[in-house]
């Protein structure tokens, strides 16, 4: 019998890319804790936040903050333009082309560009929590994230 993908006799598995996302959608406010970094750093490749429920009209804005376990928090994205009135089914995706660039959004019911521009963003075991500038809104969001763990010991849990 072969052995499981998941046992140490099959180490590769550990550092194939991976995904995971919240399980409710949740609202966005700052410094909730949406995702915990476990046993050493990875790196983001792509994250996303799918809108479930519209946002009100505060003119909130967003960005993505990791706060290592040794550290200070730093933000890995700049803040979006305002979400006020942002309409379900909307997309908020970053774009890692530096660590200041804004996340983009798109209000085409689910569709838009991966928007990667490089090959992602180192984040140390800890929390990644939402910054939301002015806010809170009352608008939800599913958040998805897809990451390679850059130790057979790291990886990541919905908060």
Sequence with gaps: MAPQPW????PQW?????????????????????????GGPIII???MSYCVTSCDTTAATFKWTADGDVG??????????SI?????????????????????FTQTAGVALSGV?????????GIIT????????????????RYTPMSPASYVLVA
């Design 117 to 125: 521009s490089t090959t992602g963003v180192i984040v140390p075991a």
């Design 84 to 104: 006020a009135s942002f309409a379900a089914g909307g997309v908020i995706y970053c774009n890692f082309a530096t660590l200041a660039t804004a996340p983009v």
């Design 130 to 145: 939402t910054t939301i500038g002015s806010g809170p809104t009352t608008g939800t969001f599913l958040h998805y994230m």
């Design 7 to 10: 046992t140490g006799k099959n």
């Design 72 to 81: 200070a928090a730093t933000d890995f994205t700049g803040a979006t333009t």
């Design 45 to 47: 490749t792509q994250l």
């Design 14 to 38: 550990q550092h194939e890319e991976k995904s995971i996302q919240t399980d409710t959608p949740r609202t966005l406010i700052t410094g909730t804790t949406i995702f915990r970094v476990v």
